[in-house]
Nanobody
Framework: EVQLVESGGGLVQAGGSLRLSCEAS????????IAWFRQAPGRERERVAC????????FYANSVKGRFAVSIDSGTDTVSLQMNDLKPEDTAIYYC?????????????????WGQGTQVTISL
């Protein structure tokens, strides 16, 4: 059974930083992509960042470009999301998700397994 466990959420002031981690296990993909999504109350789910084991360029939503950085450790199957210069509009539950295969360019929309999410709250 595929399991994804997020950690690192919390409450920080605007302008601060947080680092989220997503540890994946139980999958059989040789190559895979992991994405970070977020969802705030009353808003649609948003793809924030994607990265794959191909070593290709990660994908970022326009709303986070230049502030967020995603990285992957294939040895431990852990993906991290470094979030800097956080804004109140970044407040959401952040989820990671995994799919087999790699991507080029845009992050694919469909992922086969999801984590439970971690709350990120940014105060003024």
């Amino acid at each position: 059974e595929v399991q994804l466990v997020e950690s690192g959420g919390g409450l920080v002031q605007a302008g601060g930083s947080l680092r989220l981690s997503c540890e994946a296990s139980g999958f059989t993909f040789h190559d895979y992509a992991i994405a970070w999504f977020r969802q705030a109350p009353g808003r649609e789910r948003e793809r924030v960042a994607c990265i794959s084991t191909s070593g290709g360029r990660p994908f970022y939503a326009n709303s986070v470009k230049g502030r967020f950085a995603v990285s992957i450790d294939s040895g431990t199957d852990t993906v991290s999301l470094q979030m800097n210069d956080l804004k109140p509009e970044d407040t959401a539950i952040y989820y990671c998700a995994i799919r087999g295969g790699v991507f080029i360019g845009n992050c694919p929309p469909d992922f086969s397994a999801w984590g439970q999410g971690t709350q990120v709250t940014i105060s003024l």
